[in-house]
């Protein structure tokens, strides 16, 4: 019987190994692309000194293009940025074909959502303290708190995703919902980037309350330990 045992877990253990391996690699791939992100923010900061806002409307106020949209020249997608149509909304006929186009660095290699759905997990947290701004942009100088405890955009899970394209993100009371029963596409947390471009992994015990300060651009609150 024991020989029987051994042989099973030697059976299963490359198995097993493999599957953590891909989920590693998963994980690695997901971290690219927020550094990614990261990096595009900072050369549009260079561009026009300031963050993108979270959304741009049109004459009548109506949301029309997500920052994702906005960053793309930024991301190696100059081709994509210049098929769209920015006067008219998202799901507008005429930027259909562009919507379609499949944005790798948008797509957490761990979601569960179908890639050819074009939807995605990288949103910003919306509130009137936040790194971005609906309509407005931000100068860096609005930031006084620390650049590397500030939070940019999160990686939320498969239930929260949008269309890429779209004028929508996370708003407060879902980020700071996320807890350790919370589902998650990777174990035990999110990825995050911040406002200095670097990416850092948030664990899901961590407390609201050092959530809230993350998301905070003046709270002046001690997140030194997250």
């Given at each position: ?9 030697a ?20 971290k ?7 990096l595009a923010?900072?050369n ?17 106020g109506?949301?029309l293009?997500?920052w ?5 020249p ?22 259909a ?11 957490c290699p761990?979601?569960?959502i179908?890639?050819?759905a074009?939807?995605t997990?990288?949103?910003a947290?919306?509130?009137?303290t936040?790194c971005?701004?609906?309509v407005?942009?931000?100068p ?5 708190d ?6 940019l955009?999160?990686?939320?899970n498969?239930?929260?995703a ?11 009371a ?9 589902k998650h ?9 911040f406002?200095?471009g670097?990416?850092?992994?948030l ?10 300060a ?6 002046k ?6």
């Amino acid at each position: 019987m024991t020989a029987i045992v051994c042989v099973l877990a030697a059976l299963l253990l490359p198995s097993v190994n493999r599957s953590g391996a891909r989920e590693a690699a998963r994980r690695s791939q997901c971290k690219s692309h927020l550094k990614q992100i990261g990096l595009a923010f900072l050369n549009y900061v260079d561009a026009y000194h300031a963050l993108p806002p979270a959304y741009t409307v049109d004459a009548d106020g109506k949301p029309l293009h997500s920052w994702r949209t906005l960053i793309l020249p930024y991301m190696d997608q100059k081709t994509l940025y210049d098929k769209i149509d920015l006067t008219k909304a998202w799901n507008d006929p005429a930027n259909a074909e562009a919507f379609k186009s499949h944005v790798e660095a948008y797509a957490c290699p761990s979601s569960k959502i179908d890639v050819l759905a074009n939807l995605t997990t990288y949103l910003a947290v919306l509130t009137p303290t936040s790194c971005l701004r609906p309509v407005e942009p931000r100068p860096l100088s609005d930031i006084t708190d620390p650049h590397m405890s500030t939070l940019l955009v999160v990686e939320m899970n498969s239930e929260h995703a949008v269309p890429w394209m779209a004028p929508q993100d996370a708003n407060e009371a879902q980020f700071l919902a996320i807890n350790s029963q919370s589902k998650h596409d990777h174990a035990g947390g999110v990825h995050a980037v911040f406002v200095d471009g670097y990416t850092r992994f948030l664990n899901a015990t961590m407390p609201a309350e050092m959530r809230r300060a993350l998301i905070s651009i003046d709270g002046k609150e001690t997140t030194s330990d997250f």
